[in-house]
């Protein structure tokens, strides 16, 4: 019997810990939107990748944590107009993952460190963009407030783990991307629309907390 309600961040940071599957720095191929796309994992895989960041921050909320997700601007290189976590590419000053993501929070959302408590990592999403992302799970201490910086960010909400974890809400979705039939995950959230990365990592926190 569980000790925490199960979408507390207790139970999530508990979870975290003790995730199931193979050991994390070995096993991105078997999670997420790489398991719908087998055939451009060696694809992937060969490409010469950035390495990058992204917070997974689980609000503590009592019984039903939220997860923070960003809005990217329009106006962004890659990936705008999206839903995101925070994070960006890990910089030579970084000492960590852990580093780069906390760093990251706080410069696009305005996440003070004092709140973060990273917890654990997932596997490295291989995106085809170029990034080999580290999603860093974390839990956050509620008290914080948020300041976008309108460069990066043009909104930033919440949704609750109880949400994200519930496979019904993870649909599968196909489309052409340089001339390729890729296949993804979406998730609708009211008039959000959670798809691509985030949605692939969401998926693989899925598969490795709480299926």
């Not at 410069?107 to 291989?126: K, N």
Request: proline residues 7%; glycine residues 8%.
């Amino acid at each position: 019997m569980n000790e925490f309600p199960l979408y507390s961040a207790d139970e999530f940071r508990r979870r975290a810990l003790h995730q199931s599957g193979g050991p994390v720095e070995l096993a991105w191929r078997d999670h997420g939107d790489h398991l719908l796309n087998p055939e451009t994992i060696s694809q992937v895989a060969d490409l010469k990748l950035k390495d990058a960041a992204v917070l997974v921050p689980v609000v503590d909320n009592g019984d039903d944590a939220k997860v923070i997700f960003t809005l990217r601007t329009s106006t962004l290189r890659k990936h705008s107009g999206q839903i995101a976590f925070p994070g960006g590419a890990i910089d030579p000053e970084d000492a960590s993952p852990e580093m780069a993501a906390v760093r990251e929070a706080g410069e696009e959302i305005g996440l003070a460190d004092i709140f973060i408590e990273p917890v654990a990592r997932l596997p490295h999403y291989l995106a085809a963009t170029g990034f080999r992302i580290t999603p860093v799970l974390a839990v956050v201490k509620p008290g914080f407030h948020l300041a976008l910086n309108p460069t990066e960010v043009e909104d930033a909400f919440e949704v609750p783990l109880s949400f994200l974890m519930n496979p019904d809400h993870h649909v599968t979705d196909t489309m052409l991307w340089q001339g390729t039939e890729r296949h993804f995950y979406r998730m609708p959230y009211g008039q959000r629309m959670i798809w691509g990365i985030t949605a692939g990592i969401v998926r693989t926190l899925y598969e490795r907390l709480y299926r």
